[in-house]
């Protein structure tokens, strides 16, 4: 893999995904650094016994016309298809049907979406990257030692820093020494987000027959009193054609992840958010297998109000993420390819003038797509 490159992309997620795919299809070289093993980030799928689960993103749905364009391209590709058209809040206790649309999925889970951006892109996984330096007019980029490796070090003229705001700060703030903006670290710091722990229960086959007569497959339970530290729960095998094991997903309130951030031992969390699902559904309760995932940066709670953060000096550098516009999947993608249309300006030298970026952006990832497909 080439480790001398026109932009090294920091984060494997929508975002930094899109963004890639956006710059190599217009030329560039490009490598994406991921620290994780798998890509796309908080659109995330847990392998387990059998079947898998869906602990990040609940669905896809349309959200304006980028995620329209992904959907369709998915769908074409059999990668989605539709779970459901009805999601369900409580309200006074009382069940209700929140908006009616299609809610898709993907039987092999949602990071199926992620895979399918990540096609043809030179990924680095598993390496966290440690520290941007610029070096006379290039980047070194230094990713962390692991187990395996020593530190390595890319070079690129341009870097796209694709991961959540707190993540992207420790990145950029030492860049201050080397007179990259200020306004640029202010802006970054403006930026709040909301952590959540999602649980994964796995519960016995024979349960199935239970989940068949359940009035819901997944229940929005903010603001609920009866679960006041729940926030979402899906029977997330509802997901999957066949006969599988029943597999819940929960996921818990900001408060509540909140107030027990920095817990050592995670399984008391599990047992304490399925116990307040047990107050619907008693079975709940006693499952085979629990899991706890701690998204520290789950939800944007306070956005940039941008699609974007940019310098081009001393160096081109960009910063993206849903974080800059909002808190979805369509915040991230269109965040991705607005950043890549600005690495595009820089590289080359020119101003970046769009004059309808919604119809711009809409093309672009019709292309982009088409290009995948
Ligand atoms: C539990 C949960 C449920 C959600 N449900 C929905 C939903 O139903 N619908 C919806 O629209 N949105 C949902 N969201 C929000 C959605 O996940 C995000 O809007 C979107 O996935 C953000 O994509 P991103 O590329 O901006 O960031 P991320 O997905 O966070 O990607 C950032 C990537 O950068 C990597 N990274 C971080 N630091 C480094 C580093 N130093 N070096 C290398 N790599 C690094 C991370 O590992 C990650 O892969 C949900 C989020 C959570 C947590």
Redesign the pocket.
């Known amino acids: 893999m080439d480790t001398n490159v026109d932009t090294v992309v920091?984060?494997?997620?929508?975002?930094?995904?899109i963004c890639a795919q956006q710059l190599q299809q217009s030329g560039h070289r490009v490598v994406v650094?991921?620290?994780?093993r798998g890509?796309?980030?908080?659109?995330a799928t847990r392998r387990l016994q059998g079947t898998c689960a869906d602990?990040?993103?609940?669905?896809?749905?349309e959200?304006g016309p980028l995620?329209h364009n992904l959907i369709q391209a998915l769908w074409q590709q059999d990668i989605l298809h539709r779970w459901t058209d009805q999601l369900y809040c409580l309200q006074a206790e009382t069940l209700a049907v929140t908006e009616s649309k299609p809610y898709y999925t993907a039987t092999t889970g949602l990071t199926a979406a992620a895979k399918f951006l990540a096609s043809g892109l030179a990924i680095r996984h598993g390496?966290?990257?440690?520290a941007l330096t610029p070096i006379d007019d290039r980047w070194q980029i230094s990713l962390e030692a692991t187990a395996a490796q020593p530190t390595s070090y890319l070079t690129a003229g341009s870097v796209v820093v694709?991961?959540?705001a707190p993540?992207a700060l420790?990145?950029v703030q030492p860049l201050l020494e080397y007179g990259f903006p200020l306004e640029l670290v202010q802006a970054i710091q403006t930026v709040e987000f909301d952590p959540?722990y999602?649980v994964i229960a796995t519960y016995p086959l024979e349960q199935q027959s239970e989940i068949d007569q359940l009035p819901w497959q997944a229940i929005s339970l903010e603001g609920a009193t009866q679960t006041p530290d729940l926030a979402w729960l899906s029977l997330d095998s509802t997901k999957r054609p066949g006969t599988v094991p029943p597999v819940l997903v929960a996921?818990s309130t900001a408060t509540f992840a909140q107030s027990d951030l920095e817990a050592n031992d995670l399984r008391p969390i599990g047992q304490h958010l399925l116990a307040q699902a047990a107050t619907l559904v008693p079975w709940l309760a006693t499952p085979t297998e629990v899991q706890v995932h701690r998204?520290r940066?789950?939800?944007?709670r306070r956005p940039l109000q941008q699609r974007y953060l940019a310098t081009e000096l001393p160096l081109p550098l960009v910063c993206?993420?849903?974080?800059c516009s909002?808190?979805?999947?369509?915040?991230?993608v269109e965040?991705?390819l607005a950043a890549a249309c600005q690495i595009s300006a820089f590289l080359a030298d020119r101003p970046l003038l769009i004059t309808n970026w919604e119809a711009h952006a809409a093309e672009l990832m019709s292309q982009l797509t088409a290009t995948l497909v």
């Open positions: 920091i984060g494997a997620g929508l975002a930094g995904l650094v991921e620290k994780s890509v796309g980030g908080r659109l602990h990040g993103v609940r669905y896809l749905d959200q995620t390496q966290r990257v440690q694709a991961v959540p993540q420790t990145l959540c999602s996921h998204w940066y789950a939800f944007t993206s993420g849903d974080w909002g808190k979805q999947v369509e915040n991230a965040s991705g």
